[in-house]
């Protein structure tokens, strides 16, 4: 794996991940009955019959699925910086024109157009990196892939790992391009010597691929969190927090627990802060139309984002943390720079504890230079202060950049 690979999703910081399958057209509901689990285990949990599920991919006809849209808005208004889809997920059905099987999105829909060549073509355009999520063990379709909440000691696992999921990944990596990142998933009980075969299939088609977390055994090139947890500290390896926009990774007419747009900015800077990525989900529905919710919540976090891209990618972990709970700010940082993102509004930014000799304090909106003092409090704390101009006292969405003499912030800490 080359560093600038690695260089690359370390810079990434944030992207998108999408979630569309069969269980999208379920959303979230079977016979009536509303799951209350992510949606798109809706097959497992409700244990609805093999031969039933498939007959959804009759009514596979996304008339509204629009991956130009969805990729440009992503890149261009969200700020993201790569995309993974799932191709295949629990449900063993692949959202490709795989050659392997017949249960995909061109064989067996109305629809019968291959929805990753044109999520392809529209990275391709608007220069979005491509990943692909693939469950690589669990497969309720398969009578030999694994099954959460089963009895797998019968399953002749290795002949359903020969005959699709190995032929799988391999048409994935040679007929898509480029792929950054395979995003494996619920290893479940695969053993070494089959995720040391599947990792090896990958590098050997692709040797800059990232394999994640999930992959198993410790072969993942970099680390993936639990689902909706990021690390309370920073973290120099690679790592990234798979999250959802509300409960549940595929869509559901039911869950409308959509964080606020606050909420995903404080949980970017968070991660960014900490070193890692944040891979924010969306859920089309069947008819391949994007929640409203979900736009509206990414429309403003990228508002925010493209307006400071400097401030978030590209920046290294704030490690050591600085020593204080901040309810209206939160940092990032760059050698020789500090940001404060400004989340609530101020007359001006105080930080106590920062001792780094302050040059210039500027918006980094648009590099407007501020005023700045740093100074000693009656209490003998160092206190760097930025006063802001009338405009900006009564927002709470920008960000300001301290330049420092030294490359790393200086913060002293509360006790000790
Ligand atoms: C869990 C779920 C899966 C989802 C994934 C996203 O593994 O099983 O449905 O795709 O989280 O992180």
Redesign the pocket.
């Known amino acids: 794996m080359r560093e600038e690979t690695r260089q690359w999703f370390r810079d990434a910081k944030y992207g998108l991940?999408i979630?569309w399958g069969l269980y999208s057209i379920l959303a979230g509901e079977y016979r009536g009955v509303k799951t209350d689990k992510?949606a798109?285990?809706i097959l497992n949990y409700m244990d609805i019959p093999v031969e039933e599920y498939r007959e959804l991919a009759r009514q596979f006809a996304p008339d509204h699925f629009n991956a130009d849209e969805i990729v440009r808005k992503a890149k261009e208004d969200w700020g993201m910086q790569y995309l993974v889809f799932?191709t295949k997920?629990?449900e063993g059905f692949a959202m490709y024109d795989s050659k392997v099987s017949d249960y995909n999105v061109v064989k067996a829909t109305p629809y019968g157009k291959d929805v990753l060549r044109e999520i392809r073509e529209a990275c391709d355009k608007y220069g979005m990196k491509l990943g692909l999520?693939y469950s690589q063990a669990q497969d309720w379709d398969d009578p030999d892939g694994y099954r959460n909440h089963a009895d797998n000691s019968k399953k002749n696992f290795r002949r359903y790992f020969d005959e699709k999921v190995k032929p799988q990944v391999a048409e994935l990596l040679t007929n898509y391009g480029e792929i950054c990142l395979i995003w494996f998933?619920?290893p479940m009980e695969m053993t070494y010597e089959e995720t040391k075969e599947l990792a090896d299939l990958v590098h050997g088609l692709q040797p800059e691929c990232l394999l994640s977390g999930?992959t198993g055994h410790g072969l993942g090139d970099y680390r993936t969190s639990g689902?909706n947890f990021l690390p309370a500290l920073p973290c120099g390896e690679l790592w990234e927090a798979?999250a959802t926009l509300n409960d549940t990774?595929g869509y559901s007419k039911h869950d409308h627990n959509w964080k606020s747009p606050e909420d995903v900015l404080r949980l970017l800077l968070r991660i960014t802060a900490r070193g890692g990525n944040y891979l924010l989900n969306i859920g089309p529905r069947g008819d391949g139309s994007v929640p409203e919710e979900s736009v509206a919540v990414l429309d403003a976090v990228g508002r925010y984002v493209t307006a400071n891209r400097e401030a978030i990618f590209g920046t290294q972990p704030v490690d050591p943390i600085y020593p204080y709970e901040l309810d209206w700010a939160l940092l990032t940082r760059r050698p020789h720079k500090i940001y404060i993102h400004v989340l609530r509004p101020r007359k001006h930014a105080t930080l106590l504890g920062v001792a780094n000799h302050v040059t210039r304090a500027t918006l980094v909106e648009d590099g407007r230079e501020l005023e700045v003092s740093c100074t000693m409090t009656t209490e003998g704390d160092s206190r760097v202060r930025v006063f802001f101009p009338e405009d900006l006292t009564g927002r709470a969405d920008f960000a300001v950049c301290l330049e420092t003499e030294e490359a790393d912030p200086v913060f002293e800490p509360f006790a000790g």
Do not use: I, L
């Open positions: 991940f979630h992510v798109e285990w799932t997920h629990h999520y998933d619920t999930r689902d798979p990774w």
